[in-house]
């Protein structure tokens, strides 16, 4: 098994470009997440989902947009791009409470 | 007010030193609690959940304490692996299973 798997690993943006951040896990989990980590700080849920055709938005959802269509796959497109939005990305999955995280994409905006 | 605050550190011990951690949550509805572990430029992976009764695995010990709303790590015989951000995870059991994490407690174990 893969677990959770991430792409790209790094990525540089300017200022209003758009782009996909791709997530896949193969533990046919229900429970997917988005979280952004900024330097020195804790994990933010941007977006979950409880599954496939369902999400909801978290605690720092602006600027970002999720879909679900399968188990697998639960991409998060950022839409205009903006210096705020320079993180460290992860995605996670979980079948309850256990949480497994991808390896993360660096993305900087410029 | 933060969901979940931790004290930051640094904590920087000798090996073979007993260390202990401390988070406190501010949603008294929160059902579940978890510690994670991430190494630098890493993802966090799970070290332990943390149950009412307390709970112990080989030398890292977890406790909750739910009149107070903290939770602790203690972390006996320290090793040099065993440097690296502790993560204190609170889950407020809400549909759809959201988690608050804190922002981290630094360790480094000193040969």
């Known amino acids: 098994n893969a677990g959770v798997t991430q792409t790209p690993k790094f990525r540089i943006l300017k200022i209003g470009q758009s782009m996909t951040l791709q997530c896949t896990q193969d533990?046919?989990?229900?429970?997917m997440y988005w979280y952004r980590q900024d330097p020195g700080m804790g994990l933010k849920l941007i977006y979950y989902s409880v599954g496939a055709g369902i999400t909801d938005k978290g605690e720092v959802p602006n600027g970002y947009n999720v879909s679900r269509s399968t188990t697998e796959d639960f991409p998060l497109r950022l839409e205009l791009a903006a210096p705020s939005q320079t993180s460290v990305y992860f995605c996670?999955?979980?079948?309850?409470?256990?949480?497994?995280f991808g390896p993360g994409t660096r993305l900087t905006v410029t | 007010r933060k969901e979940v605050e931790q004290d930051p550190g640094p904590f920087n011990v000798p090996e073979g030193a007993t260390v202990a951690f401390n988070c406190t949550y501010s949603n008294s509805a929160s059902q579940s609690f978890f510690w994670y572990r991430q190494d630098c430029r890493k993802e966090p992976k799970l070290l332990m959940s943390v149950y009412s009764s307390g709970n112990e695995d080989g030398r890292f010990t977890a406790q909750l304490n739910r009149a107070s709303q903290y939770i602790s790590l203690l972390i006996r015989d320290s090793k040099l692996s065993d440097s690296a951000t502790y993560l204190c995870v609170v889950n407020i059991g809400t549909t759809g299973n959201q988690f608050y994490f804190g922002t981290g407690t630094s360790l480094t174990v000193i040969p």
């Open positions: 533990m046919n989990h229900n429970y």
């Open positions: 996670a999955s979980s079948y309850v409470y256990e949480q497994y």
